[in-house]
């Protein structure tokens, strides 16, 4: 069964090397040289600071921007809002969400996300639903974890075409839907949602297929999202390092393109739990003298929680217990270990006195077709009946016989002795080995001189 189990790794173990080395690639591509529109700007420091990589990660609140899914990550409940602003544009983004883990591995959220240029305005009203499910078709179980979710939304679009004009309203209705793939044991995530599917009246660009990849090598994470679209399509490749057991978070990637600038993303994270802060910045590495580029801060508090004091010690204890469990693996390893190679040493002692007793009749059968073939050759008056020469050797004793299926003491008795009333002799050598009257298949029992 442990076999057929390795077997079932190795599709995905290389299913995931694929991934990494998408990644590499993503990191060597040439860039598309379209530009998102002011409706595709992502809210929070926390995707920010990463540039717009999220899918894969989509460990918190801001999950509901990109990947749905991630919100079932959510343990307890929290807020999160925050404001960001990009110069070139110039665009404003604000956002506030809730989001609360329910019982049975559910998560329900919702929050508002609103968008401001001069003569556009536009508001987000989001409700999710997201939860762990049993797990991805084809994977073991216990190998995996698999989160599915989903977001319902509101939406609210003015638009004037001048800053004396009024506001020309319009109001729509959206989806979004993602998966987020978990394999602790490879340190990998693998997300993909589809956001953006906007009612048509609304006249936005269009839905967004997001695919994205992390790979964790120790701290350091490394990801990749792939952002598709009619008319778009690029990567956004990312890093992020925690410090201090997660208390800190150093981020960078490369930046949402506005027009035709170029930007870099940078970023911090700090979880001073119950609070969360993140910073995002987006500079343009064509001229860091230019007034271009955004600055994004989103602020979170969760209810309940641990605080940061206590998840590093928590993640200390974590460590600890998990050195325990590898020394007592070890220590069992070696117990297990010493058994077989005291059950080979067995194994080897009956061997050699096998070998002994068939080299034994070997002399023997030798030396008596030697005697024969001299008792042929004499005559009969040569002759002698000499009864010390056809006397059997004696046995050497104790012996060890390796208990077989269909074993009874007194049928041993009787191959050793000839007498299955002496049954008793070996059960008294070999209590331990015997159950209910029956030797114990698989052990070898010493038989005693009678």
Same mark, same amino acid.
């Given at each position: ?133 049993? *797990? ?130 940078? *970023? ?36 309940? *929680? ?70 042929? *050759? ?73």
């Amino acid at each position: 069964m442990r076999r057929e189990a390795r077997g079932e790794r190795r599709p995905l173990k290389k299913f995931l090397y694929f991934l990494l080395s998408f990644f590499v690639a993503s990191l060597l591509s040439p860039r598309s040289s379209l530009a998102l529109e002011d409706e595709d700007i992502i809210a929070g420091g926390h995707i920010g600071g990463l540039g717009g990589s999220y899918a894969a990660l989509a460990d918190g609140h801001q999950s509901l921007h990109i990947n749905p899914a991630g919100l079932a990550r959510v343990q307890v409940p929290g807020i999160y809002s925050g404001f960001g602003h990009y110069y070139s544009l110039p665009l404003s983004n604000y956002h506030f969400g809730y989001a609360r883990p329910l019982d049975g591995g559910v998560t329900a959220a919702g929050g508002w996300e609103g968008t401001r240029l001069k003569n556009k305005h536009l508001d987000r009203f989001n409700l999710s639903w997201s939860r762990q499910t049993l *797990g991805f078709p084809g994977l073991i179980t216990q190998d995996h974890r698999f989160f599915l979710g989903a977001t319902f939304r509101a939406l609210s679009l003015r638009k004037r075409t001048n800053p004396s004009a009024k506001f020309d309203g319009k109001a729509g209705a959206g989806l979004d839907a993602g998966g987020l793939l978990i394999v602790p044991e490879y340190k990998t995530q693998i997300g993909a949602s589809l956001t953006g599917l906007d009612s048509a009246n609304l006249d936005l660009k269009g839905p967004f297929l997001n695919l994205g990849v992390m790979k964790k090598f120790g701290i350091l994470s490394l990801m990749v999202d792939w952002r598709t679209r009619s008319g778009f399509s690029t990567f956004f490749p990312a890093a992020e390092i925690e410090l201090y057991q997660g208390l800190v978070q150093i981020r960078g990637g490369r930046g949402a393109r506005l027009g035709e600038l170029k930007t870099v993303a940078l *970023g911090m994270g700090f979880n001073i739990l119950p609070l969360i802060v993140d910073f995002g910045l987006h500079l343009p590495h064509e001229g860091l003298h230019r007034r271009e580029g955004a600055v994004l801060v989103s602020i979170g508090y969760t209810f309940g *929680g641990k605080r940061y004091y206590e998840m590093i010690v928590g993640r200390a204890a974590t460590e600890a217990q998990n050195l325990t469990r590898d020394i007592t693996g070890l220590e069992e390893q070696k117990r297990k270990t010493q058994k077989d190679l005291g059950d080979a040493e067995i194994n080897l002692k009956v061997l050699r006195q096998e070998i002994r007793v068939m080299e034994q009749r070997r002399r023997e059968d030798v030396a008596a077709e030697e005697l024969r073939k001299a008792e042929a *050759g004499r005559p009969k008056s040569e002759k002698t009946d000499d009864p010390d020469s056809r006397k059997p050797p004696k046995p050497q004793w104790p012996k060890h016989h390796r208990v077989e299926a269909g074993d009874t003491l007194r049928k041993i008795a009787i191959q050793y002795y000839g007498d299955p009333e002496l049954w008793e002799l070996i059960y008294k050598t070999n209590s331990e080995k015997i159950a209910r009257g029956l030797p114990t298949v698989g052990e070898v029992l010493t038989i005693p001189k009678p």
